[in-house]
């Protein structure tokens, strides 16, 4: 009975594995390629949302660019000569998708929210709770929360 129960359900488990398998690599052939980074911007807000702080973070914290390859792997390069590869995957929470890298992290963030993505151009969010910034007077504070947006534009 229970070997006839587990070969009546093993065609929808497959189906539902290779239906997530197959959004990928659909997803993934819109990647494929170099994609640059274009500008990196992060906006420091207090508790309730009043903007505190914004910089353009110009050669650091992050990359330069992303291949995206046939294989769902990426390249992120760092600078020159350094970089990570990684395999990713693309998730979806509450209606929103999600890039997540298995070996690179900005700010011990594995994870992007694609916020918009067409052939050419695509932005990725990220929030980040308690982090601290050189305030306007030469001195550190802290935002209760900031939000990093990468713009990427594909070579």
């Known amino acids: 009975m229970m070997k006839k129960?587990?070969?009546f359900f093993l065609p929808f488990i497959l189906l539902i594995s290779c239906k997530k398998d197959s959004e990928l690599?659909?997803?993934?052939?819109?990647?494929?390629?170099?994609?640059s980074l274009t500008s990196n911007k992060i906006v420091y807000y207090s508790a309730s949302g009043q903007k505190l702080h914004e910089e353009e973070l110009a050669g650091e914290g992050t990359f330069s660019s992303v291949q995206f390859k046939s294989d769902v792997t990426a390249y992120l390069?760092?600078?020159?000569?350094?970089?990570?590869?990684?395999?990713?995957?693309?998730?979806?929470?509450?209606?929103?998708?999600?890039?997540?890298?298995?070996?690179f992290a900005i700010f011990n963030s594995q994870y992007f929210e694609i916020q918009s993505k067409n052939a050419t151009n695509m932005v990725w969010k990220m929030k980040f709770s308690q982090v601290e910034y050189d305030d306007e007077s030469g001195g550190t504070s802290i935002a209760d929360y900031a939000i990093l947006t990468l713009n990427l534009m594909k070579n």
């Open 5 to 7: 129960l587990i070969l």
């Open 25 to 35: 690599y659909k997803y993934n052939k819109d990647l494929v390629g170099i994609w």
């Open 77 to 103: 390069n760092v600078k020159e000569g350094e970089g990570y590869n990684s395999a990713y995957d693309i998730v979806t929470l509450e209606n929103k998708k999600y890039m997540e890298f298995y070996s």
